[in-house]
């Protein structure tokens, strides 16, 4: 599944950047709501949570992100890393669908401010993040 996962969205970011609404309103049911990487700068004290496997985080991560994984997620990994469940967190993984599964269980755990980020790191790395 891992391997499946990592083609499919390399060959959906190398098709074409412009695809990624596409997938996204395909793929997402957007009960998390999105936050765009230009109102990143409007947030204060913003916990990131990334959302994909250990090899993608040590490839690529946002500065100060917690590692939480996707295949092998546990919300306690979560709960004793970010104990206010009133923080604002912003979950992301490669475009934005893992992140939404993932933001999906912090919600139903009791977090109030969790946002997916619209278009993952590919997009926060593209736009200068």
Do not use: W
């Amino acid at each position: 599944f891992y391997l499946f996962t990592i083609v499919f969205f390399f060959s959906m970011m190398v098709s074409a950047q412009s695809s990624i609404p596409q997938v996204l309103k395909k793929m997402n049911k957007q009960s998390v709501p999105y936050i765009k990487v230009g109102e990143l700068k409007n947030k204060n004290n913003l916990i990131f949570l990334d959302a994909r496997e250990p090899k993608e985080f040590k490839i690529s991560h946002i500065k100060s992100a917690i590692p939480v994984g996707f295949d092998h997620f546990k919300i306690q990994n979560v709960t004793s890393a970010v104990k206010d469940k009133n923080a604002t967190i912003v979950v992301y993984c490669s475009i934005g669908v893992r992140s939404e599964k993932i933001g999906e269980k912090l919600l139903k755990s009791g977090y109030k401010n969790v946002y997916n980020l619209y278009g993952g790191i590919f997009e926060y790395k593209n736009t200068g993040g």
